[in-house]
């Protein structure tokens, strides 16, 4: 059975950073690139980072880039997204997936305002 917990949300000023987790479970995960997603409030869902198996190579929504940093450690079945520089628009819920399956967390809320 395939899960995926997101974590690591909050609450934080514009210009502040957090560092969001993902633990994934039910499947193998050095089999998949992974990616993270994100739905503002009356908004459709976009892909935000995504990171290729083993880390060679990943890449970001435009609005994102050089402030969000994704990564992932195997041997823990884990993927990372580092926010830093958070803007008001960043607000939204955060999900991680692998991007050819077709499984969805619970997400994690994030919300940038002062």
């Known amino acids: 059975q395939v899960q995926l917990v997101e974590s690591g949300g909050g609450w934080v000023q514009p210009g502040g950073s957090l560092r969001l987790s993902c633990a994934a479970s039910?499947?193998?995960?050095?089999?998949?690139?992974m990616g993270w997603y994100r739905q503002a409030p009356g908004k459709e869902r976009e892909l935000v980072a995504t990171?290729?198996?083993?880390?060679?190579?990943?890449n970001y929504l435009r609005s994102v880039k050089g402030r969000f940093t994704i990564s992932r450690d195997n041997a823990k079945n884990t993927v990372y997204l580092q926010m830093n520089n958070l803007k008001p628009e960043d607000t939204a819920v955060y999900y991680c997936?692998?991007?050819?399956?077709?499984?969805w967390g619970k997400g994690t809320l994030v919300t940038v305002s002062s």
């Open positions: 997936k692998a991007p050819s399956l077709d499984y």
């Open positions: 990171i290729t198996r083993h880390s060679g190579y990943s």
């Open positions: 039910g499947f193998i995960f050095t089999d998949y690139d």
